[in-house]
């Protein structure tokens, strides 16, 4: 069956320094998606990739779909304290978004 | 406020008792799934109603049943727990089938069991 790894499971990064979290699939992917997790919180929908290729952005935050449609990243410019957290990407199984079993992120001050 | 209401926030119980969570899912969403999350660990799906209608099932355990009621609420009945079961579990809307704009998640609720 369709298997999705997220590596690294843990990151510290000193504040100011980059980040990235990579989703790898076996099988092509319809589409992706990314989650933000605080500590203590609950999953919070960042954004959705669909096209081959296809990179977007958010502020800091870089999200790419690599060509063939099996692994996607998630890249943090110089961090920042509030974005620790767990980031989860999820992808689309028969009604419902599996979620990949997150990048848990600490910045240090 | 996500828009989707979950309570209680959290719940001690003892071993082999019967818990409900609830969940309201954000207005206008017609779709609520159920998730698990044990400590460190992902979020493991449960399972999902439509409108109403069982629409995808995970490794749900048979000791867990859910429904959607008229109004669109959804309950999480959990039976003869066990240590095992203690975890956040979260409550999630959609929009169809959340394809352009992903799942809106409630705050949880956090189950102990003893």
């Known amino acids: 069956g369709q298997q999705v790894m997220q590596i690294p499971q843990y990151q510290h990064v000193q504040e100011g320094e980059d980040f990235t979290t990579y989703c790898n699939s076996s099988?092509?992917?319809?589409?992706i998606q990314w989650y933000k997790q605080r500590p203590g919180g609950h999953p919070v929908f960042l954004i959705q990739?669909?096209?081959?290729?296809e990179v977007k952005k958010q502020k800091r935050l870089t999200f790419q779909f690599g060509e063939a449609k099996k692994n996607s990243s998630l890249h943090i410019t110089a961090t920042q304290t509030t974005d620790v957290g767990t980031y989860f990407c999820?992808?689309?199984?028969?009604?419902?978004?599996?979620f990949g079993t997150g990048t848990r992120l600490k910045v240090l001050a | 406020d996500s828009g989707v209401t979950q309570t209680p926030k959290h719940l001690i119980t003892a071993t082999g008792q019967r818990v409900t969570l609830r969940c309201s899912p954000r207005?206008?969403?017609?779709?609520v799934y159920w998730y698990q999350q044990s400590l460190d660990q992902g979020l493991q799906f449960l399972i999902q109603?439509?409108?109403?209608?069982?629409?995808a099932k995970g490794n749900i355990l048979e000791r867990f049943s859910a429904q959607q009621f008229p109004d669109l609420h959804s309950e999480l009945n959990l039976s003869s727990l066990e240590l095992g079961d203690s975890a956040l579990y979260f409550c999630?809307?959609?929009?169809?089938?959340?394809?352009?704009?992903?799942?809106?998640f409630g705050s949880g609720t956090r189950l102990t069991v003893v």
């Open positions: 207005s206008g969403d017609l779709s």
């Open positions: 109603y439509y409108n109403g209608e069982e629409r």
């Open positions: 999820a992808y689309s199984g028969t009604y419902k978004y599996i």
């Open positions: 990739l669909v096209k081959s290729g």
């Open positions: 099988t092509t992917l319809s589409n």
């Open positions: 999630a809307s959609s929009t169809g089938q959340g394809r352009r704009y992903g799942y809106t």
